[in-house]
């Protein structure tokens, strides 16, 4: 069955860049969007964005342009930057597959989630 | 951007009963709204999409309705596996937002 796996450091200092990658297994990568998805402790969802194999990617506007998505089709990967981080980045982060059929994206939401990794923003 | 508002916050409810949520947006989506069961510590588990779908695997005592801004989510009869919390999610338009979420908790 498909299953997805976040991977990265828990902590990372404020300023830095936060880095995590999604493995995807059970489905091939160029099959679907992607995306990512936080939540801080205690709050709701926030969608970080998307990307495509082919490499199309839109992000969150919310997140200016601290965010970087990209896709290794070699390793069915797809990995999150997010740069000059601070404590407000402080979250559980999931990737997520969008529903696509024929490389089109249904607007039906994300059918399969990662378990998610949490990340603490702190010196 | 789209705002998304659930209602109510939480809810006490028993085994057996029947509950319903409520999900706002602040502007038309047409059908374009999923809802999602969270439990602590997991991730969340989508349940209905395009408003009134039901995903595979999911229960039928769960069912979606609604068009346009205002949609619900109820559970017909509720068991000890559905106290949780439920999103909801507008997939009308990027940036895909959520509703602030309704913990459903047990009286």
């Known amino acids: 069955q498909v299953q997805l796996q976040e991977s990265g450091p828990g902590l990372v200092k404020p300023s830095e860049t936060l880095s995590l990658t999604c493995t995807v297994s059970?489905?091939?990568?160029?099959?679907?969007?992607w995306s990512w998805i936080r939540q801080p402790p205690g709050k709701g969802l926030e969608w970080i964005g998307y990307?495509?194999?082919?490499?199309?990617?839109n992000h969150n506007p919310s997140l200016k342009s601290r965010v970087t998505i990209s896709v290794d089709t070699s390793k069915n990967q797809f990995s999150l930057k997010l740069n000059s981080v601070t404590a407000a980045d402080t979250a559980v982060y999931y990737c997520?597959?969008?529903?696509?059929?024929?490389?089109?994206?249904?607007?039906?939401?994300?059918?399969?989630w990662g378990q998610g990794t949490m990340v603490t923003v702190s010196s | 951007d789209i705002q998304m508002t659930q209602s109510p916050s939480s809810v006490s409810a028993s085994v057996g009963d029947r509950v319903t949520i409520t999900c706002r947006a602040s502007q038309g989506i047409s059908s374009w709204l999923a809802w999602y069961q969270q439990k602590p510590g997991k991730a969340p588990k989508l349940l209905i999409y395009a408003a009134s779908s039901l995903q595979s695997g999911v229960p039928s005592r769960f069912s979606g309705s609604g068009s346009g801004t205002d949609f619900t989510l109820t559970i017909s009869s509720l068991q000890p596996e559905d106290f949780a919390t439920y999103y909801c999610?507008?997939?009308?338009?990027?940036?895909?937002?959520f509703g602030q979420g309704t913990k459903l908790e047990i009286k």
């Open positions: 999610q507008q997939a009308n338009s990027f940036p895909y937002s």
């Open positions: 059970g489905d091939s990568i160029s099959s679907s969007f």
């Open positions: 997520a597959r969008v529903v696509t059929i024929f490389g089109v994206i249904r607007p039906y939401g994300f059918d399969m």
């Open positions: 990307i495509y194999y082919s490499g199309s990617t």
